[in-house]
């Protein structure tokens, strides 16, 4: 349901520019913290314990990502996209694969204007609906311009080629570390459902640092993918990538 947005916590513009540092550098180990992955002692379930700046991942109370049920009804605005084609290079940093974005594309929701950094990829999905896993999930990054945070999350079933992942999907890199510039700018509209009726919860980064005070939008109208599009993403990963889903704790999940 459409009107107005509920108000939120602010993430600090430092924690910020680490959580979008972190998932940029195209590396196995991180420049600026110490290495994690999905799995063993370095899985989700010791973030926390392995670097001061992760205390969040353990200690949070807002963590993401979350299974968004026990939905509340609220009046929230539409988001007002605003997007333009921007991609200009798609890298595998060992965590995901992620495609950034240039400046000028923007969303506009509750009276703030966020504008796109880039998007990246989970499988299967990190948030569920109702305990439902999806095969894909993409989070498309925004930042306004004090630093706050919000993600709009689309999930895939798995149909038809999206139109958008085609062409990406034959620049992505195969090794971790590395990048390939995008010969053909693409605008990341033809990826998303036509329907961008949205859940809304606060949570946080849902990889290290797990900086909270993040803003979460996700699609109600998954989009679609096909079955060798996703098979390529698992492939290139080679293990999973999304995060358990956290406790809801006190939050609520609006709709």
Known sequence: MYGKEK????????AFVLGLTAMSVPVMAQADGAHWGYSGETGPDNWGKLDAGYAACETGKSQSPIDLASFVEADLDPIAF????????????????????????????????????????????????????FPLESHLMHADKEGNLAVVAVMFEM???????????????????????LPKTYDVSAMLPSDRDYYRFDGSLTMPPCSEGVRWFVIKQPAIASKPQIDRFTKVMGHPNNRPVQSLNSREVLK
């Open 82 to 133: 605003a997007y333009k084609p921007g991609t200009t290079e798609i890298l595998n940093n060992g965590h995901t694969v992620q495609i950034n974005y240039a400046a000028g594309s923007t969303i506009t929701v509750g009276g703030r204007t966020f504008e796109l950094k880039h998007f990246h990829f989970h499988a299967p999905s990190e948030n569920t609906i109702n305990g439902k896993h």
């Open 7 to 14: 108000t939120m916590s602010k993430i600090k513009p430092s």
């Open 159 to 181: 149909g038809r080629n999206n139109a958008l992942l085609s062409p990406l999907w034959m620049k992505m890199p195969d090794k971790a570390g590395d990048r390939n510039a």
